[in-house]
């Protein structure tokens, strides 16, 4: 089980009051740079938040444009205010759309630049300020409404999961998604609560939690609910099937010699990264053949070695970095 980077499993820009600190932020920066170096580099941040990665990329390469995308507009217009205010508001596109929409937001976007997309960013997971802000429902440590919308303005809720799935399907998403070992008898719980009410609120979700599980289990490994709330906020926001998509079409986009880093903050995430990226780093030529077949060979290269880390420094600093990994690559060739 992965211990995620926030109490209640934030990640991405973190950090208390007005200080929102991007996770491995020098880090991200290095892998990128190269890329940035052209001309008029442009920058797909595939998940703005509150706009710290792009910060201070903005302010590191001044002739750097950033597209950035973000499906929460609450965040998007934290994001232009704060990049405004830096003095660097005229080098930033916004769009309101998921991360998976990146081909069309490129071609809308950047319609002349499909095929030069310098660099492509990923900070995924729930943002500090969706988090600190008690509406939302992603905090198990705040009772509020069963909300976990990413974007408020559309889709179900962890209410309406709660109050319409089977409890095979409560089972499967909190075995899947959240690594509950008690996802079976967490699910019955909610099937016989909601024929009584329905769960409308965080604080009672995480008391009905407490009385399904053994008593042995919550003494260890955390809060009890970390890992129900997790499940609930990926299958409301659709997360997994999300970055499935968004991944080989951010890949796409990128012209030779650009660049994808991706940070994720649970396994779940990190293994899809990888599985995305791996297959487009090997040679397809037959094994018996004794040449490169042209078209056949790798068109990307790692630039992490496995999924780099941050430094214990950096976690101690920042608890909501402690769970991240960084995997990035560089586009090769375009394959005809």
């Known amino acids: 089980m992965v211990t995620e980077p926030h109490p209640d499993g934030a990640s991405g820009d973190s950090g208390s009051g007005d200080l929102h600190t991007p996770v491995l932020a020098e880090r991200v920066a290095q892998i990128l740079a190269p890329s940035l170096s052209g001309t008029e580099p442009v920058l797909v941040d595939a998940t703005l938040g509150l706009g710290g990665h792009t910060l201070a990329l903005l302010a590191a390469h001044p002739r750097l444009h950033v597209i950035g995308i973000d499906r929460d507009p609450e965040a998007l217009g934290h994001a232009r205010a704060r990049i405004a205010a830096a003095g660097f508001g005229g080098?930033?596109?916004?769009?309101?759309?998921?991360?998976?929409?990146?081909?069309?937001?490129?071609?809308?976007?950047?319609?002349?630049?499909?095929?030069?997309?310098?660099?492509?960013?990923?900070?995924?997971?729930?943002?500090?300020?969706?988090?600190?802000?008690?509406?939302?429902?992603?905090?198990?440590?705040?009772?509020?409404?069963?909300?976990?919308?990413?974007?408020?303005?559309?889709?179900?809720?962890?209410?309406?999961?709660?109050?319409?799935?089977?409890?095979?399907?409560?089972?499967?998403?909190?075995?899947?998604?959240?690594?509950?070992?008690?996802?079976?008898?967490?699910?019955?719980?909610?099937?016989e609560r909601r024929e009584r009410a329905p769960l409308r609120s965080s604080g009672e979700l995480v008391d009905l939690i407490r009385s399904a599980i053994p008593a042995a289990a919550r003494r260890t490994g955390g809060h009890p609910a970390k890992r129900t709330f997790q499940a609930l906020r990926i299958e409301v926001n659709d997360e997994l099937g999300a970055l499935s998509r968004?991944?080989?079409?951010?890949?796409?986009?990128?012209?030779?010699?650009?660049r994808i880093a991706v940070l994720s903050y649970q396994s779940l995430e990190d293994r899809i990264v990888k599985r995305a990226i791996a297959p487009m780093t090997t040679s397809t030529t037959p094994l018996e053949l004794p040449i490169e077949l042209k078209g056949h060979g790798p068109t990307f290269r790692w630039i992490t070695k496995g999924a780099e880390r941050p430094s214990g420094e950096e976690a101690e600093r920042n608890p909501r970095a402690s769970s991240a990994r960084l995997r990035a690559a560089e586009r090769l060739e375009h394959r005809p």
Not at 246 to 258: C, F, K, N, T
């Open 91 to 191: 080098r930033l596109t916004t769009v309101h759309a998921v991360y998976d929409a990146i081909g069309s937001v490129v071609e809308t976007a950047a319609a002349d630049e499909r095929d030069r997309i310098d660099a492509v960013l990923f900070d995924l997971g729930v943002s500090s300020m969706q988090l600190d802000r008690a509406d939302r429902g992603f905090a198990y440590a705040i009772d509020a409404p069963l909300d976990m919308r990413m974007d408020p303005t559309t889709g179900i809720t962890a209410a309406d999961v709660l109050a319409t799935y089977s409890k095979a399907d409560l089972a499967r998403i909190l075995r899947v998604y959240g690594e509950e070992r008690f996802a079976g008898r967490i699910a019955a719980a909610v099937i």
């Open 246 to 258: 968004a991944i080989p079409a951010a890949m796409s986009v990128l012209r030779e010699g650009g």
